[in-house]
């Protein structure tokens, strides 16, 4: 894969997205860095998905803006944006039958011409893709009949072969042992810092969020709470506005980054 050259950049101006007649999101304003991993935390319906949805033009805004480099997401042709940001959603669904191999080759629709033609970068970034993420020896097998972790790899192997400016992952260490989780965001780390990847990442275990997060993005009610590095967002009064939680913030023994220890208020 290529190092990517220059930085783009990503944000919702008063934003306002909803699926019903209720808003999910009002008036939200976000600007992501230029460079480095995000990864945006809250609680379960706080509208963390539905945000990643609305910057990667899956959702249109019912007021606001996303803006790509200025201008206005969707203005710009799909093919462009598609070169540029990249999604991994929660649940993806996969084609009946296909292999590991083709899924991952369909990362790469966005840089071939009209005609679709393969040639030797397709094969040679889809490798890559595949051997970074632990998934060579499973390319040919079906996707069907994979573990949900080895299903998990194979979407963010697709998704690195797209090799997108702007990587968004939602959720993307679910059915992933711990192993492999640490491995992903290990990753996801060298891609930001090798390859200039511009990583956002949905994540719903605090603690992993924080050890991996240049910066955190705090949301609770449809509405950002906090951002900013992991030291300064997380706190014991954020802990307890944002996820109803009781808990103590130590210093991570082995990153120093804050590690988050509950408090059982209800043991004597």
Excluded at 81 to 90: E, H, N, S, T, Y
Excluded at 171 to 193: G, I, K, M, N, W
Aim: aromatic residues 2%.
């Amino acid at each position: 894969m290529t190092e990517h050259t220059g930085a783009h950049s990503l944000e919702a101006r008063a934003l306002t997205v909803g699926y019903d007649r209720e808003p999910i999101l009002e008036g939200l304003d976000l600007s992501l860095p230029p460079e480095g991993i995000t990864m945006i935390v809250g609680g379960n319906g706080c509208g963390k998905s539905t945000l990643l949805r609305a910057l990667a033009r899956l959702l249109r805004p019912r007021a606001g803006s996303v803006l790509l480099d200025g201008a206005s997401i969707a203005s710009l042709p799909t093919k462009e944006v598609a070169r540029i940001v990249g999604l991994l959603p929660q649940a993806p669904v996969a084609p009946d039958g296909i292999s590991v191999a083709d899924l991952v080759d369909r990362g790469r629709t966005p840089h071939r011409g009209w005609l679709g033609g393969r040639d030797h970068r397709d094969d040679e970034v889809v490798a890559d893709a595949l051997q970074v993420t632990g998934m060579a020896e499973f390319a040919d097998r079906s996707i069907d009949e994979l573990s949900g972790g080895q299903r998990q790899r194979a979407w963010v192997a697709m998704a690195l072969a797209q090799e997108p400016d702007i990587l968004l992952l939602d959720e993307p260490t679910t059915y992933l042992d711990l192993a492999h989780q640490v491995e992903l965001l290990q990753l996801l780390v060298r891609l930001s810092r090798e390859r200039g990847t511009q990583v956002v990442v949905v994540m719903h275990e605090l603690n992993l969020a924080t050890r991996y997060a240049d910066r955190l993005v705090a949301m609770r009610g449809g509405r950002i709470v906090a951002e900013g590095s992991p030291s300064e967002v997380v706190t014991v009064e954020l802990l307890r506005e944002v996820f109803d939680l009781e808990a103590i913030v130590v210093p991570d023994p082995v990153a120093g980054t804050p590690m988050i220890v509950p408090v059982d208020v209800h043991r004597s």
